[in-house]
């Protein structure tokens, strides 16, 4: 038996980060607690590609559309790398109303 897709079927396998096929079985778990690197760089990937839209992702994993965003941009600008939590700040901008003053 084949598959039929139509005309507006989504993608069904996209090249994930890894080099290796993605599915939408092989994208992280909904209740996901624990956001590595390759977990963000699978689901960036997936939207992009069009294997997930930017609303399901949004919502299958209870982020918001800057949070999404946000992944998205640090992908684009320093790959899987500026995914990790633990240097975000090496590459977020410092919010301008923080800086001035010192109290």
């Known amino acids: 038996m084949t598959q039929q897709l139509s005309a507006c ?3 069904v396998s ?3 980060p890894a080099g290796r096929p993605l ?7 909904p209740d996901t607690k624990r956001w ?3 977990r963000k760089a699978e689901v960036v ?3 992009r590609a069009g294997l997930l839209t930017l609303d399901d ?3 299958r994993y209870h982020i918001s559309l800057e949070e999404f965003l ?3 941009r640090l ?3 320093y790959g899987m790398a500026g995914l990790r939590a633990t240097r975000l700040q090496d590459y977020r901008h410092p919010d301008r109303s923080e800086m001035g003053g010192g109290d």
């Open 45 to 47: 990937t997936a939207v």
């Open 36 to 38: 590595v690197s390759r």
């Open 57 to 59: 992702a949004c919502r």
């Open 75 to 77: 992908a684009e600008s």
């Open 9 to 11: 079927s989504r993608t």
């Open 14 to 16: 996209v090249i994930g």
């Open 70 to 72: 946000s992944w998205q």
């Open 23 to 29: 599915t939408l079985d092989d994208l992280p778990a």
